[in-house]
């Protein structure tokens, strides 16, 4: 994907992830409510390319409160599911030492463009812009069909070893 979004996410084959829910579990430890990927659909190491999806419900927590009779998908959790796509394409690409979780450490340029909603899918473009073990920062879009509802540039940052933290 470029900068101009040229990538046409209309062509690619959604019906044939490479990496579903219990590969993207084996990689990142979000669960439950936590959980912003249903699924990997690319992940182009050369380009530091990365596409994913989630597949948003009527039964999703958030659904209830936000907004009684028209739920819309809060724009936090939407740079959270590109955090959490960027965080595969950091961990499977081994870009961190062995065991390292990357975290969240920054939003920039956010950007929420049209509502999304229960029954959506939203198609996630992750591509990386400074890809390193101490720092990495994704220009992340996000599609519902053809049309774009919201780009960032996420930022993340090692934080610690994952068998540690969960122990503290």
Known sequence: MAEDDSFDVTQLDLSRPIAGIEEIRAVNPHRFEMEMLSAIVLLDPTRKLIIGYKDLTPQDFWVRGHMPGYPLFPG???????????????VTQKV??????????????????????????LVMVGTGLKVHRRLTKFRTVGYVGAEKVFETTVIGVPIGKWEELKGA
């Open 76 to 90: 936090v959790l939407m740079c959270e599911a590109a955090a959490q796509l960027c965080c595969y394409f950091t």
């Open 96 to 121: 961190c030492d062995h065991g390292v979780l990357m975290g969240l450490g920054g939003i920039e340029d956010a950007r929420f463009l049209r509502p999304v909603r229960p029954g959506d899918r």
